[in-house]
């Protein structure tokens, strides 16, 4: 147990008056050292403390009220403390007062500080302040906050061992803050007055969220009995906006306050049909909507859970929600049709879309906020906000609003589709959003965006500009990285359509085109290939090919997809590779930079079939496939050893040592290794077969490339696969185990920078045999 909870009543007194009193001090000086006021008089500080203020360093004294505030949130960690502590730190607030109290303005220029909607938007800098009141509150907040996290924490642990133990989960638990002082509340909430500054607002703001959970009842009262006597009166709806923009922190649930948060649900929608002014309007909506989103949640299961017991427990009161619901969504959606209400209205309608019901959905008199966002689309004034918004409607919809209103839906997705994918060329500016857009759409509705989007613009015949077919490309290759996610269409179909247009996308990466519609398209490959086998290896020995591009984020693009590919099958695909690398190694012609690429890209590939190897992920069975890799490798860096510039043979040399000591001398032992493992325990498997009904050994059931199959006979199949590791084995050991020894006998035991020299030496001295050479490649 902590110390601070062993001390007497009378001790802990003691103590907490010492630690207000150095809060006290460390206010009153961080507000003079800060706002440079040391001349100011100030009543109730010691002389002592004022000649001291200038050898403080603020950084000091910063870091001493970090230690006073832990202090004060373990101290307060009791619910016999918080009180105490609250009322102390309030009487140090209300001492100073005087400083944070607001200037007497004339009516005229009162005015003009009122809240309007053309005001800037208040920035972490304009929350953070130095006056007494502000570190009075922002100590609060911090205990408060704690309190409240620690109570979330045990409440997570309690529903956990619930759960374990196959019990009902428990009500969520409460801070002990139900002792918190009243007047906590109600000094906080007139800090929250448009004359105070925006760092005293804000950290009002947050002292009446932490205390929401316990004191909801008589927070919500407090700011309905003022809204009622604000709305409809035009000075008083303004000066009323900054507390009533302090809400949308408030925390409202179903569980414990469902009475209260619809009654005060009600009293919004009712000062929404009074209210004149557009920004207390903007205010209530974005209230209204934070309080729908955190009850109605779908993606919360709890919320979820909520609702349902509502609606099986009290459904005059669940009703009675969906009626406010309905009259908002109403209210504003008459604000909408208005210009300078569209942005915030329109923000609310689509949000709140995302948070209804299906019989919201299927109703068809409902406001229809999409037609509204899609008309802004031709409006060069509210364009880049209307597709802010259909791509935040997009990536929210939930798949009931889509498949109930499924026929509504498509109509509106054929607009989308004509208004943004069409045959003009799009902004550089819009093509980041163009492309979430699509997206969003794929991940809600894949067969619209497959069949009538992609399918459509990647026609080469139908004359669609390059930057559309781009944008296309980019959203696709998203959606191909996230074929896992669950979305309107199962995740087995998602495979289906990419599939479908693998024949739509070769042709833009077997045919030279724009390298930015390369790139993109380069992307999607192989998540998105030709269903047909043989085309798809035709389509990555193209992508070979472009690794050597001159466009270096094509070469780029070209080596990532390389790399996809192999992962699919990676002994197969990896040989295939290194045999079409070689091929490419084979054009004489190659200039010395393109050659540098090429050992570049080959080195990349065994360095990461290496770290395949060293993390052991893949059985590798075709020992004389390897062989083939390594000589035709070889042969064609002997070749290139005879080049006349010396830092080409230094890199070909470098590459030769690469294949012939680092990486697939090892695979090949490797490779021998398991063959042999699987001769001897196919052998012992065989011989015990018929004396014990035993299962498949786990070396030989890793081995096996395919399933054992019952009606075959399981002793057949072992000895089958026996046999093929004998006939791999035997064809290997009859090979010349390392090739580089018929042309440099001399180096075939040396290792590293010695048999690099070398070799270099016997190339300069002629004594590379070059018909050999053309017989193996042969």
């Known amino acids: 147990m902590n110390a601070e909870r062993r001390i007497s009543s009378s001790t802990g007194k003691w103590v907490l008056?010492?630690?207000?009193?150095?809060?006290?001090?460390?206010?009153?000086?961080?507000?003079?050292?800060?706002?440079?006021?040391?001349?100011?008089?100030?009543?109730?500080?010691?002389?002592?403390?004022?000649?001291?203020?200038?050898?403080?360093?603020?950084?000091?004294?910063?870091?001493?009220?970090?230690?006073?505030?832990?202090?004060?949130?373990?101290?307060?960690?009791?619910?016999?403390?918080?009180?105490?502590?609250?009322?102390?730190?309030?009487?140090?607030?209300?001492?100073?007062?005087?400083?944070?109290?607001?200037?007497?303005?004339?009516?005229?220029?009162?005015?003009?500080?009122?809240?309007?909607?053309?005001?800037?938007?208040e920035y972490i800098d304009d929350i953070r302040g130095d006056s007494p009141t502000f570190l009075v509150l922002d100590t609060l907040v911090k205990m408060l906050d704690h309190l409240n996290q620690d109570a979330a924490k045990r409440t997570l642990l309690a529903r956990r061992r619930a759960i374990a133990q196959g019990q009902a989960v428990p009500a969520p638990l409460l801070a002990p803050l139900e002792k918190t002082p009243i007047s906590l509340i109600d000094f906080a909430y007139i800090k929250l007055h448009h004359s105070y500054p925006a760092p005293i607002r804000n950290v009002a703001s947050r002292v009446i969220a932490a205390l929401s959970n316990h004191h909801i009842t008589h927070i919500v009262k407090t700011f309905s009995n003022e809204l009622k006597t604000v709305a409809g009166h035009d000075v008083k709806e303004r000066e009323f906006v900054t507390k009533q923009r302090a809400v949308k922190l408030f925390t409202f649930n179903l569980e414990t306050k469902t009475t209260c948060t619809i009654e005060y649900l009600g009293a919004l929608v009712d000062a929404l049909k009074k209210c004149t002014r557009g920004v207390l309007r903007e205010e209530l909506c974005a209230t209204i909507l934070s309080i729908f989103q955190q009850i109605l949640d779908p993606k919360d299961s709890r919320k979820i859970h909520g609702l349902n017991k509502l609606l099986n427990t009290e459904s005059a009161q669940a009703e009675l929600m969906w009626q406010y619901f309905d009259t908002s969504y109403a209210l504003v959606f008459k604000l909408a049709r208005k210009d300078r209400y569209a942005y915030f209205s329109l923000e609310y309608l689509?949000?709140?879309?995302?948070?209804?019901?299906?019989?919201?959905?299927?109703?068809?008199?409902?406001?229809?906020?999409?037609?509204?966002?899609?008309?802004?689309?031709?409006?060069?004034?509210?364009?880049?906000?209307?597709?802010?918004?259909?791509?935040?409607?997009?990536?929210?919809?939930?798949?009931?609003?889509?498949?109930?209103?499924?026929?509504?839906?498509?109509?509106?997705?054929?607009?989308?589709?004509?208004k943004l994918y069409n045959k003009y060329i799009p902004k550089p500016e819009e093509e980041e959003i163009l492309t979430d857009i699509l997206e969003a759409l794929g991940r809600c509705y894949l067969f619209f965006a497959v069949n009538e989007v992609m399918v459509t613009v990647l026609n080469k015949k139908a004359g669609y500009p390059h930057e559309m077919k781009a944008i296309i490309l980019k959203a696709l290759s998203r959606l191909s990285k996230s074929k896992e996610e669950n979305n309107h269409n199962c995740p087995a179909n998602m495979k289906t359509y990419l599939l479908k247009l693998g024949p739509a996308l070769s042709p833009y990466i077997e045919e030279r085109d724009e390298c930015m519609v390369m790139s993109a398209a380069l992307q999607c490959f192989p998540a998105v290939r030709h269903p047909d086998k043989q085309q798809a290896q035709i389509t990555a020995e193209a992508i070979v090919k472009l690794t050597l591009d001159s466009d270096r984020e094509v070469s780029a693009s070209a080596s990532d997809a390389l790399r996809?590919?192999?992962?699919?099958?990676?002994?197969?695909?990896?040989?295939?590779?290194?045999?079409?690398?070689?091929?490419?190694?084979?054009?004489?012609?190659?200039?010395?930079?393109?050659?540098?690429?090429?050992?570049?890209?080959?080195?990349?590939?065994?360095?990461?079939?290496?770290?395949?190897?060293?993390?052991?992920?893949?059985?590798?069975?075709?020992?004389?496939?390897w062989l083939t890799v390594r000589q035709h490798l070889q042969a064609v860096f002997l070749f290139w050893v005879s080049h006349p510039q010396a830092w080409v043979r230094a890199e070909v040399l470098r590459m030769?040592?690469?294949?012939?000591?680092?990486?697939?001398?090892?695979?090949?032992?490797?490779?021998?290794?398991?063959?042999?493992?699987?001769?001897?325990?196919?052998?012992?498997?065989?011989?015990?077969?018929?004396?014990a009904n035993i299962s498949l050994p786990k070396h030989l059931a890793e081995w096996s490339e395919v399933e054992a199959n019952p009606d075959f006979g399981l002793a057949a199949y072992v000895e089958n696969m026996a046999k093929s590791a004998t006939v791999e084995r035997k064809k290997a050991e009859a090979r010349p185990s390392d090739y580089l020894s018929l042309y440099f006998p001399e180096v075939h035991d040396m290792s590293g920078a010695d048999a690099e020299a070398e070799m270099e030496a016997s190339a300069l001295r002629g004594e590379l045999l070059h018909p050999a050479l053309v017989a193996v490649l042969t």
């Open 564 to 625: 996809r590919y192999i992962l699919l099958d990676p002994e197969i695909r990896m040989v295939e590779t290194m045999f079409n690398f070689c091929d490419m190694a084979c054009n004489w012609s190659l200039t010395p930079a393109g050659l540098l690429k090429l050992c570049h890209n080959i080195s990349f590939f065994l360095t990461s079939l290496d770290q395949d190897l060293k993390n052991n992920k893949t059985p590798f069975r075709q020992l004389n496939a």
């Open 350 to 418: 689509w949000k709140a879309a995302c948070v209804s019901n299906p019989r919201f959905y299927a109703n068809p008199n409902r406001g229809d906020f999409l037609k509204l966002i899609l008309n802004g689309l031709g409006r060069s004034k509210h364009r880049q906000h209307s597709l802010e918004m259909l791509k935040g409607f997009l990536k929210n919809v939930p798949n009931t609003f889509v498949s109930v209103s499924i026929k509504d839906f498509t109509s509106k997705m054929k607009i989308v589709k004509n």
């Open 17 to 121: 008056d010492d630690a207000i009193k150095q809060v006290r001090d460390i206010a009153i000086i961080k507000y003079k050292l800060t706002d440079k006021k040391e001349d100011e008089k100030v009543e109730c500080v010691s002389p002592t403390i004022i000649a001291r203020m200038r050898n403080i360093d603020v950084k000091d004294l910063n870091k001493s009220l970090d230690l006073l505030q832990q202090w004060l949130i373990k101290f307060a960690d009791r619910s016999t403390n918080i009180r105490a502590v609250c009322m102390e730190m309030l009487s140090i607030a209300r001492e100073f007062e005087a400083m944070d109290r607001p200037i007497v303005l004339s009516k005229k220029e009162a005015l003009k500080r009122l809240p309007h909607k053309h005001d800037k938007k």
């Open 656 to 691: 030769l040592h690469q294949t012939s000591r680092q990486v697939l001398h090892p695979l090949e032992s490797r490779i021998m290794g398991a063959l042999k493992e699987t001769e001897a325990q196919a052998g012992r498997f065989l011989s015990t077969e018929k004396a």
